[in-house]
């Protein structure tokens, strides 16, 4: 299903992290397979550590860095893709009007 | 890395070594093949062949093995034994064996490459049906308070030493299994199992290690810790256990911490999570623990996990996730000339003095580029029985 603004993640809880130097190690505890978090992802990833819509974590992207909205779009829809296909992040159903 | 010293405690261990012994009476047959796998200096090779063992390969990377063959022959023993120095996953053996012991524990039994080693001989080493000692380790764990005879936990480290701020490092240290051997008196439950390996068949190291175990506080206290030891099924009925309250070992137990203590009274219910997944080298660790006051109040969740306790090893293990694309270096390219100049007919020598030639600014003399080439190809060379 194709990622909006208002698609909610969630950090999977199947996986630990830590920061050092500005950037994120990831472990998936599925498989034991490392992942990597340059500076921008890791600010996308402290977003995303309780249920958040996209359009709300792209907001802080763009409050933080010095980026185009389309660009910072493409590049949040890339990692959000890659984390959930890696089942670091999953969709949480659409919070109640 | 273990010294000799350290193989040696492990053998000098009154309730490791007795227990191993009565195993190996019991579950060695006259005329079987073993294969021991982390023989150290060779010990237990020779307690092999005294029960009844008509060969064993003992198998260890470390040099205390260059022990093994003295002490063989000191035992009588000397040619029913093969020692191979590496390690065992590079190792053909000859024949397929009836039995393997092996006790490649730490203070956990997952420890390292322990479950992948246990694999690889399952498949490679292991007859139908072999007999293996051990033939299962139990993992246990209980809720502790902060055993009173260890360092500060890490929530009471100071925040500065002497006028440096200490920074995150004392919340970082937190996020590690750490060794102890307290006593019974700092359990606030007793220990219940949460996981079992059982060596039986072969284990998918790949497999993350995982269970649940629920208490009922049976006192007052802080809950500052996950207690985490196992009990080992050597033979049947044959065993020991490292927990709390047991005779000390070589082994202790480890104590994964909260990273804020939570106050418990006696009856609050307390369930533990815990789960380690093998990275390659070793296994991370991560556990939750859930609080349920027995008086209806706020249940608390806490997590943790070893990921990021030691900052040189989260470096290192950045560069090896997925998305890292390694790069040239001058130290890969130093290794890419070492390699290119194996040829099986020049010597070292005569390679350690073009490198030093090549690399001037880094290896200052021929002396100094033979060390470390000579270090580089001993790791990689083929295994030769001694």
């Known amino acids: 299903m194709e990622l909006t603004r208002a698609t909610r993640v969630v950090a999977a809880p199947d996986q630990v992290s830590a920061e050092l130097e500005g950037e994120t190690v990831l472990l998936s ?12 992802g890791t600010h996308i990833w402290r977003r995303i550590a309780e249920p958040v819509a996209l359009g709300e974590v792209l907001a802080a992207v763009l409050a933080a860095f010095d980026v185009e909205e389309e660009r910072a779009w493409q590049d949040l829809v890339v990692l959000t893709e890659d984390l959930l296909a890696h089942g670091l992040a999953v969709r949480v159903p659409a919070a109640p009007d | 890395m273990y010294e000799l010293s350290d193989y040696l405690a492990m053998v000098e261990d009154p309730v490791r070594t007795p227990a191993y012994l009565a195993a190996m009476a019991r579950v060695i047959r006259p005329g079987d093949h073993v294969v021991e796998i982390g023989t150290g200096f060779g010990y237990f090779a020779v307690a092999a062949c005294q029960r009844g063992a008509a060969h064993v390969w003992a198998i260890e990377p470390n040099d205390a093995i260059a022990h093994g063959g003295a002490l063989a022959a000191a035992n009588g023993c000397a040619d029913r034994i093969t020692f191979v120095q590496d390690v065992s996953e590079s190792v053909e053996l000859p024949r397929r064996v009836d039995v393997l012991i092996e006790d490649l524990r730490g203070v956990s039994p997952l420890n390292g ?11 490679r080493f292991l007859v139908p049906g072999a007999r293996t000692i051990p033939a299962r ?3 246990f764990c209980a809720p502790s308070l902060w055993p009173p005879s260890r360092e500060s936990h890490p929530a009471d480290a100071p925040v500065a030493l002497h006028g440096v701020a200490l920074g995150d490092v004392p919340r970082a240290a937190a996020r590690r299994a750490i060794r102890s051997h307290a006593g019974v008196e700092t359990l606030l439950a007793e220990g219940r199992r949460w996981a079992t390996l059982d060596f039986g068949a072969p284990l998918a190291a790949e497999h993350p290690v995982s269970g649940e175990a629920a208490f009922v506080a049976e006192r ?13 099924e050597l033979a049947p009925g044959i065993g020991f256990g490292t ?8 082994y202790d137990h480890a104590l994964l911490p909260l990273e804020n203590p939570v106050a418990v009274a006696r009856g609050d219910h307390i369930e533990v999570c815990v789960r ?10 991560s556990w939750e623990v859930t609080i349920v006051p027995s008086g209806g109040g706020q249940v608390s969740t806490q997590r943790g996990a070893t990921l990021g306790s030691r900052l040189l090893s989260s470096a290192r293990r950045r560069r090896r996730a997925a998305s890292h694309r390694p790069a040239e270096t001058p130290a890969l ?5 070492l390699l290119a100049a194996v040829d099986g007919t020049t010597s070292l020598e005569r390679i350690a003095a073009r490198l030093a030639e090549r ?3 880094h290896f200052p003399d021929d002396a100094n580029a033979l060390r470390w080439a000579g270090e580089r190809l001993a790791e990689l060379e083929e295994p030769r029985p001694s």
């Open chain 1, 29 to 40: 505890m599925r498989d034991g397979i490392y992942y990597g978090l340059d500076q921008v």
């Open chain 2, 113 to 123: 490459r322990r479950l992948a080693v246990l694999a690889d001989a399952h498949r």
């Open chain 2, 137 to 139: 380790d139990h993992l």
């Open chain 2, 220 to 232: 007052d206290g802080s809950l500052a810790a996950i207690a985490s030891w196992f009990t080992t």
């Open chain 2, 243 to 250: 927990g709390p309250g047991e005779a000390r070992t070589v």
């Open chain 2, 276 to 285: 380690a997944v093998f990275d390659g080298a070793d296994h991370a660790w």
């Open chain 2, 333 to 337: 390219e130093r290794m890419r000339a």
């Open chain 2, 359 to 361: 690399f001037p600014g």
